[in-house]
């Protein structure tokens, strides 16, 4: 059974930084795509990174430059580097996980409240 579980959301101010992790189990891990995605109170979920098997990544525009999203397949573990944080970046964030590597993100996380304040 394939299990995500995030940590490490928080209150910060704007300027300040946080790091997610996404606790991963039930899956060869290393073979999967994963992601980030982020949801604000009244608006859509949007991705906010991508990581592929062979270490490939890609941000939003809204996030490149200041999120780093990176795993240590040894711990079986997603992260998720967010600095220069601003109050738009407040959002629950959750991981998720594609096995087939098609866009297709078939396994989430209960996800992690991130608030920045301004």
């Known amino acids: 059974q394939v299990q995500l579980v995030e940590s490490g959301g928080g209150s910060v101010q704007a300027g300040g930084s946080l790091r997610l992790s996404c606790a991963a189990s039930?899956?060869?891990?290393?073979?999967?795509?994963m992601a980030w995605f982020r949801q604000a109170p009244g608006k859509e979920r949007e991705g906010v990174a991508t990581?592929?098997?062979?270490?490939?990544?890609s941000y939003a525009g809204s996030v490149k430059g200041r999120f780093t999203i990176f795993h240590d397949n040894a711990k079986n573990t997603l992260y998720l580097q967010m600095n220069s944080l601003k109050p738009e970046d407040t959002a629950m964030y959750y991981c998720?996980?594609?096995?087939?590597?098609?866009?297709?993100?078939?396994?989430w996380g209960q996800g992690t409240q991130v608030t920045v304040s301004s």
């Open positions: 990581i592929a098997s062979d270490r490939s990544t």
């Open positions: 998720a996980a594609d096995p087939h590597c098609r866009g297709d993100y078939v396994h």
């Open positions: 039930g899956y060869t891990y290393s073979s999967y795509c």
